[in-house]
């Protein structure tokens, strides 16, 4: 069975610090990982996506992932935080006919 | 400008009442999905269609119906059945093939209160 775990359901760092959203999967396929943000009372956007090509995966605002079969993990990570960045995050994993969303890390930055 | 809209962004209705949730997309995707979000429980799947007049139940569809009669239009119903419908619902499409394919796209949710 497929599962998605998002280790933290909150993260707090300060501005310019590194930022580490950690997820884990588990599935019997080699799975599809994406990583989504969510702004208050908005609607998910697409931040990176792992299909296998390459395992470190960058995406937009300066946000990448690395796949790590061995440790089964996909952590999120940004080298330095910004005041923009204070959102909700999902780790999501697909495979054919299954998505799973993890339950979100809320990611906070403080000035 | 290609992309999902839903509307309303806030919708009120009395208990006892069906509403009809908006989506639409013009990204030329061959199916959607509908979700909805409570807090701390993330996204769970009400209901998807893969195509023009098909559509599958998700995990909670009980309470809630579909319909899918054009490509670019996916209408969600919460009827009265449904008992705790207040929540940030939220319409995504993906370009094709089975859930978990490809990436979804999300629109920006619709947030409803019933009382």
């Known amino acids: 069975a497929q599962s998605v775990t998002q280790l933290d359901s909150h993260v707090s760092v300060s501005e310019g610090t590194p930022v580490l959203l950690r997820c884990n999967y588990s599935?019997?396929?080699?799975?599809?990982l994406f990583w989504y943000v969510q702004h208050p009372n908005k609607g998910l956007q697409l931040l990176l996506k792992y299909t296998s090509a390459a395992t470190l995966v960058k995406g937009i605002n300066g946000f990448e992932a690395e796949f790590k079969k061995s440790e089964t993990s996909f952590h999120l990570t940004k080298p330095s935080a910004h005041m923009s960045d204070a959102a909700e995050y999902f780790c999501v994993g697909g495979s054919q006919g299954n998505l799973i969303f993890g339950k979100g890390t809320k990611l906070s930055v403080k000035p | 400008d290609g992309g999902i809209t839903q509307s309303p962004k806030y919708l009120f209705r009395k208990e006892g009442q069906n509403v009809t949730l908006s989506c639409e997309q013009n990204l030329n995707h061959d199916a959607m999905y509908w979700y909805r979000q409570d807090p701390g429980q993330g996204l769970r799947l009400i209901y998807y269609?893969?195509?023009?007049?098909?559509?599958q139940k998700g995990d909670i569809a009980e309470g809630y119906s579909v319909s899918r009669e054009k490509k670019e239009s996916f209408p969600l119903t919460v009827t009265s059945a449904q008992k705790n419908p207040t929540a940030f619902y939220l319409c995504?499409?993906?370009?094709?093939?089975?859930?978990?394919?490809?990436?979804?796209?999300f629109g920006p949710g619709t947030r409803l209160t019933v009382t």
């Open positions: 269609s893969q195509i023009v007049n098909d559509f």
């Open positions: 599935s019997s396929y080699s799975p599809s």
């Open positions: 995504a499409s993906q370009r094709s093939g089975l859930i978990g394919s490809y990436e979804q796209y």
